[in-house]
T-cell receptor, first 111, second 114 residues
């Protein structure tokens, strides 16, 4: 079945460092791909999405490119801030009811 | 500002109690979902509903039931709370076929069963 695999955390970086959080997926069709972010004590918010191969989603300095050939959707940011500390979830969907979720990656940014 | 509102941020209940978690959305969404979130396990779908009075089991429905009497409200019921149901519960909603646009989540209810 379809699945999403994320790198295990926590990922700990210093402020202004470059961020990559890896996400790979297994899919039988051509899903849409998402990154969600969960700040401490909060629910999840949609961070960015891509609906077809080679699309790039971007928001708040974060980017991810839908790579069909490597079945990946890695999240990147050029210079992280303490306020980016959160849990990041990768997910896929076929425009039906359900999202299929990765396990989440906790990001800790130190000043 | 569109919202999904969960009635409680924190709840503490005793083993064996019947527990109601309420979720209300103001976006006229047809689909609503209940997830639980546990460290290392990510999000697991408990139940979802695609219309009033309709419900479907998710991946972990055991020990839970749901009610959707009105479009805007989706309730999760723990018939007899147990300590292994201590968790963060997240409600979400979406339009039908809006998988490509994702879900809107509430802020979560952290339930502790003692």
């Amino acid at each position: 079945g379809d699945s999403v695999t994320q790198m295990e955390g926590p990922v700990t970086l210093s402020e202004e460092a470059f961020l990559t959080i890896n996400c790979t997926y297994t899919a039988t069709g051509y899903p849409s791909l998402f990154w969600y972010v969960q700040y401490p004590g909060e629910g999840l918010q949609l961070l960015l999405k891509a609906t077809k191969a080679d699309d790039k989603g971007s928001n708040k300095g974060f980017e991810a490119t839908y790579r069909k050939e490597t079945t990946s959707f890695h999240l990147e940011k050029g210079s992280v801030q303490v306020s980016d500390s959160a849990v990041y979830f990768c997910a896929l969907s076929y425009s039906n009811y359900q999202l299929i979720w990765g396990a989440g990656t906790k990001l800790i940014i130190k000043p | 500002d569109v919202k999904v509102t969960q009635s409680s941020r924190y709840l503490v209940k005793r083993t064996g109690e019947k527990v109601f978690l309420e979720c209300v959305q103001d976006m006229d969404h047809e689909n609503m979902f209940w997830y639980r979130q546990d460290p290392g396990l990510g999000l697991r779908l408990i139940y979802f509903s695609y219309d009033v009075k309709m419900k479907e089991k998710g991946d972990i429905p055991e020990g839970y039931s749901v009610s959707r009497e009105k479009k805007e409200r989706f309730s999760l019921i723990l018939e007899s709370a147990s300590t292994n149901q201590t968790s963060m519960y997240l409600c979400a909603s979406s339009f039908p076929g809006q998988g490509a646009n994702g879900y809107t989540f509430g802020s979560g209810t952290r339930l502790t069963v003692v």
